[in-house]
T-cell receptor, first 115, second 112 residues
């Protein structure tokens, strides 16, 4: 158990819909990262928040947005969903803000299926 | 931005030592090398991190030659449960997460 929690575990929805994925980081961690992992694209970094502020952006679509709240939990919002958005979405957390160096602790993931 | 190259897949047998090499020719002075392990449908898990020479912990060793252009993750006496994807990452303490590239990793399959 990494200490990072994600809800829901599974999500099934239809094209065009909007969903929200939730992540609670490990106690004491200030950074939250979001990743997308689909079968044909590997693990793709989407976005990082550090202590409530956006720190780095990766390959995140404009239809996707995220935020980190004062209690440090984070939400990833996916809108106008397409079939290709079906994937595993992971959240990770770390103590520091250096994304390429700090050890990241990953949550169990949310499996999103868009029908 | 240091790009990494790893073998796509490797097979081994239980009880053998496995060495997975990662190439990072343009590694920067302040960059560290980090390895993660991922089981199917689970998030990656940190294995080991190093800067130079050799680092060892309870699960693996990391060998880094003097020029630091490559690194080798060594797993002693693997078991079936070591079957997973292994990722090599390179980055510095001040590096941005924009540089986060897990890539395709190396699929290690341990055979009985």
């Amino acid at each position: 158990d990494s200490g990072v929690t994600q809800t829901p575990k599974h999500l099934i929805t239809a094209t065009g819909q909007r969903v929200t994925l939730r992540c609670s980081p490990r106690s004491g961690d200030l950074s939250v990262y979001w990743y997308q992992q689909s079968l044909d694209q590997g693990l793709q970094f989407l976005i990082q928040y550090y202590n409530g502020e956006e720190r780095a952006k990766g390959n995140i679509l404009e239809r996707f947005s995220a935020q980190q709240f004062p209690d440090l939990h984070s939400e990833l919002n996916l809108s106008s969903l397409e079939l290709g958005d079906s994937a595993l979405y992971f959240c990770a957390s770390s103590v520091g803000g250096g994304g390429t160096y700090n050890e990241q602790f990953f949550g169990p993931g949310t499996r999103l299926t868009v029908l | 931005l240091a790009k990494t190259t790893q073998p796509i897949s490797m097979d081994s047998y239980e009880g053998q030592e496995v060495n997975i090499t990662c190439s990072h020719n343009n590694i920067a002075t302040n960059d560290y090398i980090t390895w993660y392990q991922q089981f199917p449908s689970q998030g990656p898990r940190f294995i080991i991190q190093g800067y130079k020479t050799k680092v060892t912990n309870e699960v693996a060793s990391l060998f880094i030659p003097a020029d630091r252009k490559s690194s080798t993750l060594s797993l002693p006496r693997v078991s079936l449960s070591d079957t997973a994807v292994y990722y090599c990452l390179v980055g510095s303490p001040r590096g941005s997460a924009r540089q986060l590239t897990f890539g395709s990793g190396t699929q290690l399959t341990v055979l009985p």
